[in-house]
């Protein structure tokens, strides 16, 4: 991903639009949104699985992440 930084900006948006399109075409969040956000947002995202019934965060605490 740091290679990603030293590409021009139009060929960083071309390049991640490419490597995240499963994520963003299957997220729905990201469907409607500016290639300049998907840009950013994309390189961020990590994949992790949890149980249908599993706690991921408890109302006190402080989030630092976004789960889809």
């Known amino acids: ?5 030293d590409l021009p900006i139009r060929l960083k948006i071309k390049t991640v639009m490419y490597i995240y399109k ?8 990201l469907q409607n949104t500016s ?3 998907i840009t950013w947002v994309c ?8 149980q249908a019934d ?3 965060y408890y109302q006190a605490d ?6 889809f």
């Open 1 to 5: 991903i740091e290679f990603l930084n």
């Open 22 to 29: 499963d994520a963003y075409s299957t997220i729905s969040f």
């Open 35 to 37: 290639e300049n956000f």
């Open 43 to 50: 390189p961020l995202l990590d994949q992790s699985y949890h």
């Open 54 to 56: 599993e706690i991921i």
């Open 62 to 67: 402080i989030i630092n992440e976004i789960y």
